[in-house]
């Protein structure tokens, strides 16, 4: 007794081979000279008449050969189609993920398309943003779950420009009672930053650690994995051999009877 991945190897060949016949008749259809044969020649009513060669034409085929050699394919890939949808309804797996059953007897049809639901999904995760890293992060005890804030703080001095002097050279003066002149002091000017406070900045974000969307991301591809290796199992269920294709093509066909 077949199995269901057996089915669904063959379903789409079934599928082809019934989409080129059933075109093929089509064309075959709409030539209605092969379905005629004929005969022709001269009966003369003179004895000495000139005679003249019988022309045979035969009928290629009748309209009833095209029609049962189409229905052969269209019976047998009805029948597939049947027995797939007939058996996917009792083809059913438990998706585990390792000694832990997710989903009880999950359809094989499900299974399916729950693969390809998971890998958009996990596109989805995949953008989650992440805490940055070269920072000390630290749960926050004021903000609530899954806040974050930066265990150190950032500071930046905050300054100002000012002006500063020295004097290199005295100013220099005559002594009282001598005569001379006096010097005035040399002193050097220059500005200069000079600090005045600090900026303190602190950071607290909701984003997750890269260890969680790790985690979660296996999380998704196990369940991807556990998917496949369910249908497969569901995959091998024993095929409804039922056939309806004749039953559906003897239906139509009995019209031709009348």
């Not at 030539?31 to 035969?58: C, M, T, W, Y």
């Not at 596109?123 to 070269?134: I, K, R």
């Not at 969680?212 to 998917?227: F, H, M, P, S, T």
């Amino acid at each position: 007794m077949p199995k269901l991945h057996q089915l669904l190897a063959v379903e789409s060949d079934l599928e082809g081979k019934y989409k080129r016949i059933c075109e093929e008749s089509k064309k075959v259809f709409s030539k209605p000279a092969l379905f005629i044969g004929s005969h022709r020649k001269l009966e003369s009513f003179e004895e000495n008449d000139v005679k003249h060669p019988e022309e045979n034409q035969e009928m290629t085929t009748t309209v009833y050969e095209r029609v049962n050699y189409t229905a052969g394919a269209v019976e047998a890939y009805l029948d597939a189609i049947y027995q797939k949808e007939a058996t996917n309804q009792v083809a059913k797996a438990d998706l585990v993920i390792g000694d832990k059953v997710i989903i009880a007897d999950v359809p094989a049809t499900f299974l399916l398309a729950l693969e390809s639901r998971l890998k958009y999904v996990r596109g989805v995760y995949e953008t989650m943003p992440t805490l940055g890293v070269g920072i000390s992060w630290r749960p926050s005890e004021s903000k609530g779950n899954g806040i974050w804030e930066m265990e150190h703080p950032e500071e930046k001095i905050k300054t100002k420009m000012t002006f500063k002097s020295q004097i290199l050279v005295p100013a220099q003066f005559p002594k009282e009672g001598e005569s001379g002149t006096s010097l005035p002091a040399q002193i050097e000017k220059w500005e200069e930053q000079v600090a005045v406070g600090k900026f303190v900045k602190n950071i607290w974000c909701s984003l997750i650690t890269s260890s969680q969307k790790a985690k979660v991301l296996e999380r998704i591809d196990n369940l991807i994995n556990g998917a496949k290796m369910a249908r497969q199992k569901a995959n091998s269920t024993k095929a409804v051999t039922n056939k309806v294709g004749a039953n559906l093509l003897n239906y139509i066909n009995d019209g031709l009877k009348d």
